[in-house]
């Protein structure tokens, strides 16, 4: 029966690592984020393999780039598809995404400024613009209604 196990991989290899295991039929998951404009992996070193074992354990451990795979003297430690699954949905686009301040607002939420002049403000999420990084709010400041754009990483869902 196939189970996801992690493997630890030789520094940098984690590409080739992931290529190899793909060439060869494998099931590997290397999660990855934005890093000030390039990807990286969100666990340098280690990745996700769904493996038989002990029938793929001897091919999984010699692939070249594979350090070890994590576990103990009894063998591979298997991990939880629920594990796997929950990292998965954290992507967007196929990256980790950061949620800095809880669950991301969406239209029609109310919404607070939690970051730059705006901190505290508190307004109505009125629309996402361009590449989602910038969205439209509407504000509600005294007796002040205007339309405000602001970065999306800036606001939190109001509570």
């Given at each position: 029966?196939?189970?996801?196990?992690?493997?630890?991989?030789?520094p940098?290899k984690?590409?080739q690592?992931?290529?190899?295991?793909?060439?060869?039929?494998?099931?590997i998951y290397?999660?990855?984020?934005l890093?000030?404009?390039?990807?990286?992996?969100?666990?340098?070193?280690?990745?996700f393999l769904?493996?038989?074992?002990?029938?793929?354990y001897?091919?999984v451990?010699?692939?070249?780039?594979v350090?070890r795979?994590?576990?103990?003297?009894a063998?591979p430690?298997?991990?939880?598809?629920?594990?796997?699954?929950?990292?998965k949905a954290?992507?967007?686009?196929g990256?980790?995404?950061?949620?800095r301040?809880?669950?991301?607002?969406?239209v029609?939420d109310?919404?607070?400024?939690?970051?730059?002049?705006?901190?505290g403000?508190?307004?109505?999420?009125?629309k996402?613009?361009?590449d989602?990084?910038?969205v439209?709010?509407l504000?509600?400041y005294v007796s002040?209604?205007?339309?405000?754009?602001?970065?999306?990483?800036?606001?939190?869902k109001?509570?």
């Amino acid at each position: 029966m196939k189970r996801w196990y992690v493997i630890n991989t030789k520094p940098k290899k984690e590409g080739q690592v992931q290529r190899l295991f793909e060439e060869g039929g494998f099931t590997i998951y290397c999660p990855k984020y934005l890093r000030e404009k390039s990807v990286a992996p969100f666990f340098p070193g280690y990745a996700f393999l769904l493996f038989a074992f002990p029938e793929d354990y001897r091919l999984v451990k010699y692939t070249r780039g594979v350090k070890r795979v994590v576990g103990n003297e009894a063998g591979p430690t298997p991990i939880p598809e629920e594990v796997v699954e929950g990292i998965k949905a954290r992507e967007r686009d196929g990256l980790i995404v950061f949620e800095r301040y809880g669950r991301e607002p969406s239209v029609g939420d109310e919404i607070e400024v939690v970051e730059g002049p705006l901190k505290g403000l508190k307004g109505v999420f009125r629309k996402e613009v361009g590449d989602s990084e910038r969205v439209m709010i509407l504000l509600n400041y005294v007796s002040y209604q205007g339309m405000l754009l602001i970065e999306k990483t800036k606001l939190k869902k109001a509570s």
